[in-house]
């Protein structure tokens, strides 16, 4: 058997577990298999990452700017695009089939035992969510890997990451997000998220609202942390765009960085950059420590952040964004007007079922001249007439189209009739990396044939 075909039969296995919207409050599980793996997560120095969104982004950010300084990287982010490796990063390149098999055949024994106990106790047996991250924990010590930059999957106190101890944990905006099982308030979800601060840790924090503000200081005091924010102790002092992306000015917890360039789209996308540069602060010298300019300007120079802002096609133009609740849509939106040059915009848009579809309509839609309403290819896709019921409601032009492909065809064609339109998919994760490999499959960067 093929290392490919072995690393699929691993993800094949995982599959048959309970999905990842399936999570209950028990990290007490995942900890329980990683000590009978002796603990590998602590063989390295952990960056923790939360937040309701640019928590993807900020976490490659930052892992791009410690390989820079030379430093072996594991990076964990969630969920993938294409193919499930590229969740399981190791120094930039998606972990090897080989080692996801490997890796497998280390925990599968202990996977067995832990199953066992929990049926013997009457509770579900371990989840998808809850084996990826051992999978990944035990990759970055086989490695081995010096630092793993650690993307939180939901929330963070009870979420399976918080069985690694991060020596710096940081908070992306937190919004509202999985009201469901976080808090139907801001201050409830932040409260959860702030979980992932250790005694004698070092935060860092975008900019929040007053409610989520307070319950990050509180769980900085009873651990003994510090904690420091976007806008009092560091930030962006200056954003111009410049060509496949923006010229940034930071100041960072140590020291000021001027003219870096990140080859990145979209005011939010400069903001994620300077928390991820105020962690990388935290993680060298305690904030206290400059990053060297030359090792921070290839860190950023090296920063791919795909399904967000990402260019796809040309001629017309298409981008691809997963703007997958308000927020992300709100400043998916902001990032078109600010970023890019066009008079209409035809947005492609696809939205889970479970997610706030009216509030990412309500957000996308005054910006779009006609929206192509369709489904990402998911069981939990909300209904594409639903969606367009969402754009009536606001009396721009829409077509209801049942898969991406002839949604793509007929958004590409509309703009096609003019080299002042472009197209924007966007709406969610799944359809986002259906776009990615769609685009790439019909070469829509050689143009827009008939």
Do not use: C
Not at 46 to 56: A, F, P, S
Not at 431 to 441: F, R
């Amino acid at each position: 058997m093929s290392d490919r075909n072995r690393a699929d039969a691993v993800y094949a296995q995982l599959l048959t577990r309970q999905g990842e919207r399936w999570v209950q409050p028990r990290v007490e599980r995942t900890r329980r298999v990683l000590e009978l793996l002796d603990d590998p997560q602590r063989t390295y120095r952990v960056i923790h990452v939360t937040g309701t969104n640019g928590k993807t982004s900020t976490s490659r950010i930052i892992e791009s700017i410690v390989r820079a300084h030379g430093l072996r990287t594991g990076l964990f982010t969630s969920p993938h695009l294409e193919r499930f490796t590229e969740r399981i990063m190791i120094d930039g390149e998606p972990i090897d089939d080989a080692a996801v098999a490997e890796a497998w055949e280390e925990i599968a024994p202990f996977v067995d035992l832990v199953d066992a106990e929990l049926a013997a106790s009457g509770e579900a047996a371990l989840t998808f969510f809850e084996l990826l991250t051992v999978l990944a924990f035990v990759a970055f010590a086989d490695a081995p890997v010096d630092v793993a930059v650690v993307e939180v999957g939901m929330g963070g106190s009870w979420d399976s990451t918080n069985t690694a101890d991060g020596d710096v944990a940081v908070f992306a905006p937190i919004d509202i997000d999985h009201a469901d099982r976080l808090g139907d308030t801001i201050a409830e979800i932040a409260s959860v998220k702030a979980g992932i601060i250790k005694q004698g840790a070092i935060a860092v924090s975008a900019v929040q609202v007053a409610d989520a503000q307070e319950p990050l200081r509180a769980a900085a005091r009873s651990h003994e942390a510090t904690i420091a924010f976007e806008g009092a102790e560091f930030g962006l002092t200056d954003q111009r765009l410049a060509v496949g992306g923006q010229q940034l000015s930071v100041r960072g917890l140590a020291a000021a960085y001027d003219d870096l360039y990140l080859p990145l789209y979209g005011a939010h996308q400069g903001h994620n950059a300077a928390l991820a540069i105020a962690a990388v602060e935290a993680l060298i010298g305690a904030g206290s420590q400059p990053i060297a300019i030359d090792v921070l300007t290839d860190g950023l120079a090296q920063v791919t952040s795909p399904g967000r802002l990402q260019l796809i096609g040309v001629a017309p133009t298409v981008l691809v964004d997963a703007a997958h609740n308000p927020h992300g849509a709100r400043s998916l939106v902001a990032a078109l007007r600010d970023s890019f040059d066009f008079d209409e915009w035809g947005l492609v848009l696809g939205v889970f079922g479970d997610k706030d579809a009216a509030g990412i309509a309500q957000a996308l839609v005054p910006a779009a001249a006609h929206v192509f309403a369709t489904a990402p290819d998911s069981e939990r896709a909300a209904d594409p007439e639903r969606i367009a019921d969402l754009v009536e409601e606001a009396e721009v032009p829409v077509t209801v189209h049942h898969d991406l492909a002839d949604a793509a065809e007929a958004a590409r064609e509309w703009a096609s009739a003019s080299d002042r339109r472009a197209v924007v998919i966007a709406g969610s994760v799944v359809l986002a990396g259906e776009a990615v490999q769609l685009a790439a499959a019909e070469d829509w960067k050689d143009g827009w044939q008939r």
